[in-house]
């Protein structure tokens, strides 16, 4: 057997959320070894639509561009369009509209209220982003990413993890001794089934057949125009890259026997006609609405699908994975690094495990309005024909569709208006936070929201001007020799941006911001804690107060 290896972090599962926590980490000089059982990213086309959130804890690590290239032209349109069938001949009952990204670039330009992601979401499929993440990753020197390798077992002892890892090439097993291990392993989690940590959800919550197909017969793919989601009464198309490459969703009843299913012969029956296409992949899959009870246990975290599983309206499942990929990865640095405490590690849990509550909730709104459309249909009457009366039932049915709406697409408090309320490593404060909307954000710095993205009046997005570790915000003149003495004390990074600008003043209200790495608020307030008022206080007891304040963001109980 070979000699053990020693490191850090342990990461179990190369998909997104795992390969982007190994690009984390190494953004913090953290080393990590990943193992992934596959010997190559997904053929299955999954999740497409990359949200704002997630794009801009990309862009911080350096990947949002480099996602973009593997992107939907820039002009391509976000529609959802719902049509009475997809076959040749069919008609178009509601359009959803949304617009490309160049018009999306514009409107955070000429909209700077803090209400919007600095990036606008990508429209790209899984297939596509995860090689360019696990790129970028085994492009870092503290990454060490292997395919064709999986987690066998574990254990737990007082300092870490010891692990036997097997290459599935040749069988070969290996020893590893790791502080943290970060389980990324999909719903049917290895770290998560041998931690004997339990879910709650509900199983079997929808039932699909997925045709990934690629084909340029735009009359008939295209015949309502250039969208992103073609719906009707039996499933959807969805255009992954509105040049060649298709996924067909297809509902199946649960009784239905996936096994005596014709890929090809569904998707000529259901598309009205024979057509040049080519088949890459098709599967059934059944949809779960599952989130673990716990996310921390000892030394191993679950992270991503192997936390939780919801079915796709609304697409929360990598774009949960991906904030808490960059949740955890900056409190294992802070803990290694010697700064961070064990309640920082704690707060993980505390912080993430209520929005996996709240992106459940959210897509089982939308599967119930989804539901509802399917209902209609079936009471619609005759939508096919050119008479008078199909024609009413087509508007009649078109209005519904209309009325019931696409949250799916536009739930936006629940992608980026969140806080953690619950957390015990950000300052609470006196009076009334604004209150929770999935459907809208409220841009706020209440400690534990998501500082608002803002541009300065030089056309730079205050996002990138925060450092890598801590940031504090001054936005009127202050001192801050005190709370910069008490970081240097605890050996926290700590970077003081100063900025003037009454727009940005207006929205973040409080004079000084403590910014996390995350992009997290910590604290807030007009002067520094603790009689800062001018005239009334000794340095050191200021400096006191600051490192007091620190060591509760930093979980040092």
């Known amino acids: 057997m070979p000699q053990p290896i020693e490191v850090p972090v342990l990461i179990a599962g190369g998909g997104p959320v795992g390969l982007t926590m190994a690009a984390e980490l190494a953004h913090y000089g953290i080393r990590s070894l990943l193992v992934e059982r596959n010997p190559s990213t997904t053929r299955h086309p999954k999740m497409d639509l990359t949200n704002g959130r997630a794009m801009d804890l990309f862009r911080r690590v350096g990947l949002a561009e480099k996602l973009r290239e593997a992107g939907v032209p820039l002009d391509s349109n976000y529609d959802i369009i719902w049509a009475t069938d997809l076959k040749p001949g069919s008609h178009e009952l509601h359009r959803f509209c949304y617009p490309s990204n160049r018009v999306e670039y514009w409107r955070r330009r000429n909209r700077n209220d803090g209400t919007l992601s600095l990036e606008p979401p990508l429209r790209v499929s899984q297939i596509l982003i995860e090689p360019i993440i696990?790129?970028?990753?085994?492009?870092?020197?503290?990454?060490?990413?292997?395919?064709?390798?999986?987690?066998?077992?574990?254990?737990?002892?007082?300092?870490?993890?010891?692990?036997?890892?097997?290459?599935?090439?040749?069988?070969?097993?290996?020893?590893?001794?790791?502080?943290?291990?970060?389980?990324?392993?999909?719903?049917?989690?290895?770290?998560?089934?041998?931690?004997?940590?339990?879910?709650?959800?509900?199983?079997?919550?929808?039932?699909?057949?997925?045709?990934?197909?690629?084909?340029?017969?735009?009359?008939?793919?295209?015949?309502?125009?250039?969208?992103?989601?073609?719906?009707?009464?039996?499933?959807?198309?969805?255009?992954?890259?509105?040049?060649?490459?298709?996924?067909?969703?297809?509902?199946?009843?649960?009784?239905?026997?996936?096994?005596?299913?014709?890929?090809?012969?569904?998707?000529?029956?259901?598309?009205?006609?024979?057509?040049?296409?080519?088949?890459?992949?098709?599967?059934?899959?059944?949809?779960?609405?599952?989130?673990?009870?716990q996310y921390r246990a000892g030394c191993a975290f679950l992270v991503g699908d192997a936390a939780h599983q919801f079915v796709p309206t609304g697409g929360y499942g990598m774009n949960t994975g991906i904030p808490e990929a960059a949740n955890l990865s900056w409190k294992i640095a802070a803990a290694l690094q010697g700064w961070g405490g064990?309640?920082?590690?704690?707060?993980?849990?505390?912080?993430?495990?209520?929005?996996?509550?709240?992106?459940?909730?959210?897509?089982?709104?939308?599967?119930?309005?989804?539901?509802?459309?399917?209902?209609?249909?079936?009471?619609?009457?005759?939508?096919?024909?050119?008479?008078?009366?199909?024609?009413?039932?087509?508007?009649?049915?078109?209005?519904?569709?209309?009325?019931?709406?696409?949250?799916?697409?536009?739930?936006?408090?629940?992608?980026?208006?969140?806080?953690?309320?619950?957390?015990?490593?950000?300052?609470?404060?006196?009076?009334?936070?604004p209150a929770f909307d999935m459907l809208a954000v409220k841009p706020s710095t209440w400690p534990g929201s998501i500082l608002p993205h803002m541009f300065l009046a030089d056309g730079t997005a205050v996002y990138d001007h925060l450092g890598k570790w801590f940031t504090l915000l001054v936005l009127e003149d202050r001192d801050t020799g005190p709370i910069e003495a008490a970081a240097s004390k605890i050996g926290l990074p700590l970077e003081i941006v100063r900025i003037r600008d009454a727009d940005i003043r207006q929205v973040y209200r409080k004079a000084l911001i403590l910014v996390r790495p995350d992009q997290h608020v910590a604290w807030r307030g007009d002067v520094l804690p603790s009689g800062a008022e001018e005239g009334a206080w000794r340095k050191g007891e200021v400096i006191d107060s600051c490192k007091e304040l620190l060591d509760k963001v930093l979980g040092r109980f």
């Open 342 to 433: 064990e309640g920082l590690l704690d707060s993980y849990h505390d912080e993430r495990h209520p929005i996996a509550r709240i992106s459940k909730a959210t897509s089982e709104r939308h599967l119930g309005i989804r539901a509802a459309i399917y209902r209609l249909y079936q009471q619609a009457g005759e939508l096919g024909g050119d008479d008078a009366q199909s024609h009413a039932c087509r508007l009649r049915l078109g209005r519904e569709i209309a009325r019931l709406g696409n949250i799916e697409n536009e739930a936006w408090g629940t992608e980026q208006g969140y806080r953690y309320d619950a957390s015990r490593v950000v300052v609470d404060e006196p009076g009334y936070p």
């Open 134 to 293: 696990r790129e970028f990753a085994e492009s870092k020197p503290e990454a060490d990413v292997r395919f064709s390798c999986r987690l066998e077992s574990f254990t737990e002892e007082a300092q870490g993890v010891t692990a036997m890892i097997v290459d599935e090439t040749t069988g070969v097993k290996q020893e590893v001794r790791a502080r943290y291990l970060v389980a990324c392993d999909g719903g049917n989690s290895t770290v998560r089934a041998q931690l004997g940590i339990g879910s709650e959800g509900n199983l079997g919550a929808a039932h699909m057949y997925l045709v990934h197909f690629r084909s340029r017969d735009y009359e008939l793919l295209r015949q309502f125009g250039q969208g992103w989601h073609y719906q009707t009464w039996w499933g959807q198309i969805v255009a992954q890259d509105d040049i060649q490459e298709w996924t067909l969703h297809a509902l199946v009843p649960p009784d239905e026997g996936f096994e005596a299913i014709d890929p090809r012969k569904l998707v000529v029956d259901l598309m009205g006609r024979d057509f040049d296409f080519e088949i890459s992949v098709a599967n059934p899959v059944t949809l779960n609405y599952q989130v673990a009870h």
